[in-house]
């Protein structure tokens, strides 16, 4: 994110001019500041799976919080990572090494409505996803 043009961030009319594009094998997040970037790996949950992204304690030592909403049962695609860096110092996140890990909650039924149920605004990302409200 850059506030270069002084634009409000606003979930439910997101100015893309708020963001830069960054495609490098690492990324500089400044002091304070955010920062949204795209899994390797593509995900498909089963019905009867619930999961729960945790950020790894690595850089949440050095600062740096990683936030991913859950995967509802039958939703896919890439997942954008959200990276807030709290500190007063610019921090550096490192493209295709382990941020996060992903619990996979079992089900012994089936949910009653899915993500894809309810076409979800985010089901088969495939990249870095802004907001959409």
Avoid: H
Avoid at 26 to 44: D, G, H, K, Q
Avoid at 106 to 131: F, H, I, N
């Amino acid at each position: 994110f850059t506030n270069i043009n002084s634009t409000i961030v606003d979930p439910k009319n997101f100015d893309t001019r708020n963001f830069v594009t960054v495609e490098d094998d690492f990324c500089i997040i400044p002091p304070n500041s955010f920062a949204l970037a795209r899994t390797v790996e593509y995900f498909r949950i089963p019905r009867n799976v619930l999961t729960v992204c945790l950020g790894k304690s690595t850089y949440a030592r050095c600062g740096i919080i990683v936030n991913v909403t859950p995967f509802e049962p039958e939703w896919e695609g890439y997942v954008t990572l959200e990276f807030s860096n709290t500190t007063p110092l610019p921090a550096k996140i490192y493209a295709n090494e382990g941020v996060a890990q992903v619990l996979f909650f079992e089900s012994d039924e089936e949910c009653a409505t899915s993500y894809k149920d309810r076409a979800g605004k985010y089901m088969g990302q495939t990249g870095v996803t802004l907001p959409k409200a």
